[in-house]
């Protein structure tokens, strides 16, 4: 008897398939990068009319909202880091003089302290603008997934046993 229940939970394993949790279509996901976040959907990396396509269909106001906030952001960031960097260059190249003292030409050079602190403050701005435009891209990702994951949501209970894709077995209960 407990050889056939042994051999019936055996096969009840073998012959099922546990559900896989990961695997949903509707969830996004980004990589983060320096200038740019792409936003992708299966891996797939979505232009930004599909974008908006998306986030406009599914009703998700806030996320459309975070992803239009961003592109005012993201083009100021750059030029901002490139003037910082050049204020800063040219405040530590400084400006070349030259004074004579006692017939004896000396050269020196101002280094103005105040450029060179506007060059470092323009540099942050711009940094800061890049990543608040990357910032409000991940979130208008959170935020549609979490917008998906609470439509999808259901009250009955849902249990699958078997194996999982990744060769283990496993017990998934979603509710």
């Known amino acids: 008897?407990?050889?056939?229940?042994?051999?019936?939970?055996?096969?009840?394993?073998?012959?099922?398939?546990?559900?896989?949790?990961?695997?949903?279509?509707?969830?996004?996901?980004?990589?983060?990068?320096?200038l740019n976040t792409q936003i992708l959907k299966n891996e797939v990396v979505l232009s930004k009319q599909n974008i908006l396509d998306l986030y406009t269909t599914e009703g998700a106001t806030k996320s459309l909202k975070l992803y239009k906030k961003a592109k005012y952001f993201l083009p100021v960031g750059p030029p901002l880091v490139l003037?910082?960097?050049?204020?800063?260059?040219?405040?530590i190249k400084?400006?070349?003089?030259?004074?004579?003292?006692?017939?004896?030409?000396?050269?020196?050079y101002i280094r103005p302290i105040k450029q060179l602190l506007g060059g470092i403050a323009v540099?942050?701005?711009?940094?800061?603008?890049?990543?608040?435009?990357?910032?409000?891209?991940?979130?208008?990702?959170?935020?549609?997934?979490?917008?998906?994951?609470?439509?999808n949501s259901s009250s009955s209970l849902d249990l699958k046993v078997g194996f999982t894709k990744s060769g283990n077995i496993g017990l998934i209960a979603n509710f």
């Open 1 to 34: 008897m407990k050889f056939l229940f042994s051999l019936l939970f055996a096969i009840i394993i073998i012959k099922t398939q546990a559900q896989d949790s990961t695997v949903n279509v509707d969830v996004l996901s980004y990589k983060r990068r320096f």
């Open 123 to 151: 540099f942050a701005v711009g940094i800061c603008m890049i990543e608040y435009a990357n910032e409000f891209k991940g979130t208008s990702v959170n935020l549609y997934n979490q917008k998906i994951k609470d439509k």
């Open 83 to 91: 003037g910082g960097i050049y204020l800063g260059y040219d405040a």
């Open 94 to 108: 400084g400006e070349k003089r030259v004074a004579e003292i006692d017939g004896v030409s000396y050269t020196y």
